[in-house]
């Protein structure tokens, strides 16, 4: 783990967010060539709807009952705003991966070696979440509230929409649902730093379906209870895989723990196991040297017997002469 001080993060994390902007920039004068091909996209839910069938295809796109209508602008400046929007939301969602990649670089130094690995999941996921939110909103939710809400009690009424307050209802929605599909990623990254457990995941669940609620009404452009349905129940579900993520995660942390104490327990007792050796290896070369010792002493002790022995002779001899 790198320590750095507080002016060397502020300069990493401005290098960062140049980056970014460089490429959202470019992305941006792309977009906003080709921007009437994407307003012409973002309309099609006004023309379409979902279609739901138990045979195959089980969901299809068919014309909607309000083929006819029309947006319209009420300022001067309204049509070249709109374009500037969908031009700059349209970058930001394809540049969304080095956005994801570049927050990585910025988190990575104070992560560990084997957790800095992690970059090329992390960026896949978090970015086949933001689109697989994004294309659940665009295909599948705006297609089906722009059906409801424009034919649902309106028999007497002519809507007139205009190009700004449309294009900002569909894209606050794609955005949202973008944001709320990384829920499961946010879940584990808790579980990982410690902060949750799963174990508080499940004990929280009915708090957590009252917040997704709350948290859909202040997300959804509009304040009926029908498109906060839209968003909340996703929003649930994701929840749960976020539970499920975390519970896997917290398994293999845990498993990992515990072949590290096994791996620690086994160098242990292989040092003990070499420190007994030595110690005997110690205590016989001790033994050795003391039975030399022993055997050099008796040898001393005959040596000196003999010569005993050899003088009382010679005072013999010595007394016979």
């Known amino acids: 783990m790198d320590k750095a001080p507080l002016t060397e993060h502020l300069g990493e994390l401005r290098n960062r967010i140049v980056i970014i902007l460089v490429f959202v920039s470019i992305a941006f004068g792309l977009c906003f060539y080709y921007s009437e091909y994407i307003f012409s996209l973002i309309t099609s839910p006004l023309h379409t709807t979902v279609a739901f069938s138990l045979k195959s295809p089980y969901i299809s796109m068919i014309p909607s009952s309000n083929p006819d209508i029309k947006l319209i602008f009420v300022a001067p400046a309204e049509a070249i705003w709109m374009h500037i929007k969908i031009s700059f939301?349209?970058?930001?969602?394809i540049c969304s991966p080095l956005i994801f990649f570049e927050i990585w670089r910025f988190i990575a130094p104070g992560m560990l070696?084997?957790?800095?690995n992690y970059a090329l999941p992390f960026v896949f996921i978090t970015s086949s979440l933001f689109f697989i939110g994004a294309a659940f909103c665009f295909l599948i939710v705006l297609p089906f509230a722009m059906n409801?809400?424009?034919t649902y009690k309106t028999e007497n009424l002519q809507p007139m929409i205009s190009v700004g307050k449309y294009t900002d209802f569909c894209l606050k929605f794609v955005l949202a649902f973008g944001a709320m599909f990384e829920l499961p990623v946010v879940t584990v990254f808790l579980t990982r730093m410690g902060i949750v457990t799963p174990a508080w995941l499940a004990k929280n669940r009915k708090y957590a379906v009252l917040i997704a609620f709350v948290a859909?009404?202040?997300?959804?452009?509009t304040p009926d209870a029908f498109n906060q349905s839209l968003m909340a129940i996703p929003m649930i579900i994701l929840y749960e895989i976020g539970i499920l993520a975390s519970r896997l995660l917290d398994k293999k942390k845990k498993k990992?723990?515990?072949s590290e104490e096994g791996e620690a327990d086994d160098k242990g007792t292989?040092?003990?196991d070499m420190n007994a050796e030595e110690r005997d290896e110690?205590?016989?070369?001790?033994?050795?040297?003391?039975?030399d010792g022993n055997d050099e002493e008796d040898d001393d002790e005959e040596d000196d017997d003999e010569e005993d022995d050899d003088e009382e002779d010679n005072d013999e001899e010595d007394k016979l002469r």
């Open 256 to 258: 990992g723990e515990k």
């Open 282 to 291: 110690n205590k016989v070369g001790k033994d050795d040297i003391d039975d």
């Open 270 to 272: 292989g040092n003990d």
């Open 113 to 116: 070696e084997k957790e800095r």
């Open 216 to 221: 859909a009404a202040l997300l959804t452009p």
């Open 148 to 150: 409801f809400l424009l």
């Open 89 to 93: 939301v349209s970058a930001f969602v």
